[in-house]
């Protein structure tokens, strides 16, 4: 056997956990310190899009996912982010994920410093989880919002809704599905009046632009608000002069 060859085996199967250690933490050390796309200051953030750079301001940010994605032989941590109606989505791979994460602890203390281990488990499952819900977009688990309309076609009220932000889905010949980044609604037919239905988050300023838009119809209508265990938070109900309304 040559001693090239014992050399070459030697080599081979000597550890060098020093040196691998070391290089490990190294790299760990660097993706920690990478700011990655992320420019920081005082109210928010300007990230790099592959479309352009686009400021993010903490004020702005509507709620926040965490949930992870199954790869096989490991899992990806992601953070879905709602802003302005629009979404986008980090993960632990993306560059500056680290520094992100302590910013976003800062301007936002509600969020968990703890959420990624905390949907770790149990294995194999998305676990997506809010951890974040600013006031104005805080959705109540079950429906809370009843609304009635009449002499009203329900393709009517669908367009001014679409004009305000809402998509729409139709459901059936007679049922349309409406959301918004704060509201989750189905406007129905039956007999006699116009039926609106679901889940709205209960807030001064989705009052408002609610407010806003059934006057903007020109007919009856009538609403309700409910809290929990079926508690009546708000009621309103508007008639129309005719020539009056829109």
């Not at 990230?47 to 032989?73: A, N």
């Not at 704060?182 to 406007?187: F, S, V």
């Amino acid at each position: 056997m040559s001693n090239k060859f014992l050399q070459f085996l030697r080599k081979l199967l000597t550890p060098q956990p020093v040196k691998l250690e070391a290089d490990a933490k190294k790299s760990f050390q660097e993706m920690r310190e990478d700011p990655g796309k992320f420019i920081y200051d005082e109210d928010g953030f300007v990230y790099l899009f592959s479309d352009g750079e686009r400021k993010i301001k903490w004020s702005s940010i509507e709620r926040l996912g965490g949930y992870k994605l199954d790869l096989m032989t490991t899992d990806e941590i992601c953070m879905r982010l709602t802003f302005d109606g629009l979404v986008v989505t980090f993960s632990e791979e993306t560059p500056g994920w680290y520094i992100f994460q302590e910013k976003l602890h800062e301007a936002l203390p509600e969020v968990s410093s703890n959420w990624e281990f905390d949907i770790t488990f149990p294995a194999f499952a998305t676990n997506f989880t809010i951890l974040y819900e600013r006031g104005d977009r805080k959705m109540p688990a079950a429906t809370n919002f009843h609304a009635w309309f009449e002499d009203i076609e329900r393709v009517k009220v669908q367009r001014v809704l679409e004009k305000q932000g809402w998509t729409s889905r139709k459901e059936s010949s007679i049922c349309t599905e409406l959301r918004n980044t704060w509201a989750e609604l189905w406007l129905e037919e039956s007999s006699s009046e116009l039926l609106l239905h679901g889940r709205v988050a209960y807030h001064p300023n989705n009052i408002m632009i609610l407010d806003n838009v059934f006057d903007s119809l020109g007919v009856f209508y009538q609403y309700e608000f409910y809290g929990d265990h079926g508690v009546l938070l708000l009621e309103k109900r508007r008639a129309f002069l005719r020539g009056e309304g829109g």
